[in-house]
């Protein structure tokens, strides 16, 4: 737990959020500002600075986070979706804590 991280609060249920699923290990919930009609966040509970700052033992992990992705999707109505971890600032990260966008809805999602 980060004191000042976002996502921690949120994790500990001190900032409200739209979860839309949990388990001991992850939890996802709806972006506060959605880019498409379906706009979710899948997040480690556990305070991961960013994708630079994983290694092997964090396989498992990445592996469950990306396997939810298009479970979640299909569930959400969505026939396909689109990805995205933003990786420092320079790379458009802006919360600090490690994150996988899922987004996609309405209409086919441009190439870039
Ligand atoms: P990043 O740019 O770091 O990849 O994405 C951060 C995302 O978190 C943004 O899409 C932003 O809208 C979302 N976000 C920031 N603060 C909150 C919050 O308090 N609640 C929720 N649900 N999403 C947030
Ligand atoms: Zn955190």
């Given at each position: 737990?980060?004191g000042d991280?976002?996502?921690?609060?949120?994790?500990?249920?001190?900032?409200?959020?739209?979860?839309i699923?949990?388990?001991d290990e992850?939890?996802?919930?709806?972006?506060?500002?959605?880019?498409?009609?379906?706009?979710?966040?899948?997040?480690p509970?556990?305070?991961?600075?960013?994708?630079a700052s994983?290694?092997?033992?964090h396989?498992e992990l990445?592996?469950?986070?990306l396997v939810?992705?298009?479970?979640l999707?299909?569930?959400?109505?969505?026939?396909?979706?689109?990805?995205?971890?933003n990786?420092?600032?320079?790379g458009?990260q802006e919360?600090?804590h490690l994150?996988v966008h899922?987004?996609?809805?309405?209409?086919?999602l441009?190439?870039?």
């Open positions: 737990m980060n991280c976002i996502f921690c609060k949120i994790v500990n249920g001190d900032i409200p959020s739209k979860k699923y949990e388990d992850v939890i996802v919930f709806n972006d506060i500002h959605p880019i498409a009609p379906v706009h979710f966040l899948i997040v509970k556990q305070h991961i600075e960013s994708l994983c290694d092997y033992s396989e990445l592996g469950k986070m939810l992705a298009p479970n999707a299909m569930k959400h109505g969505l026939k396909g979706f689109r990805t995205m971890i990786t420092g600032s320079e458009g919360v600090f994150h899922v987004f996609g809805g309405g209409t086919v441009p190439k870039t």
